[in-house]
């Protein structure tokens, strides 16, 4: 059984940066596409970034260069990294993991950290 929680929420203010962590418990071996989604208020569940089963990245349009995701495999940890925030940010960010392809339905869901971002 695969589970996972994230970490590093909080809130910051317009330009500044945060960490978000993703801890793995269980196998997640490197056959499992790993991902970090958000939702903001009133709106639908979005993907942020991706890691696929070759660990290749990518990354949605609106964090491009901003926002980069890494994996410390050794720790099982993955990580967020959010540069350059902005209110539009403000969001729950959630790690998501499936066997296989990036293209499904995520199958195991951390319950996420809240981000808050002030102009």
């Known amino acids: 059984q695969v589970q996972l929680a994230e970490s590093g929420g909080g809130s910051v203010q317009a330009g500044g940066s945060l960490r978000l962590s993703c801890a793995v418990f269980?196998?997640?071996?490197?056959?499992?596409?790993m991902a970090w989604f958000r939702q903001a208020p009133g709106k639908g569940r979005e993907a942020v970034a991706t890691?696929?089963?070759?660990?290749?990245?990518n990354y949605a349009d609106f964090v491009k260069g901003r926002f980069a995701l890494t994996k410390d495999n050794g720790e099982s940890i993955m990580y967020l990294h959010m540069n350059s925030l902005a209110p539009e940010a403000t969001a729950r960010y959630y790690c998501?993991?499936?066997?296989?392809?990036?293209?499904?339905?995520?199958?195991?869901w951390g319950v996420g950290t809240l981000v808050t971002v002030s102009s």
């Open positions: 998501a993991a499936r066997y296989g392809s990036c293209n499904g339905e995520m199958k195991y």
């Open positions: 269980g196998y997640v071996g490197n056959g499992y596409c």
């Open positions: 890691r696929d089963v070759q660990g290749n990245t």
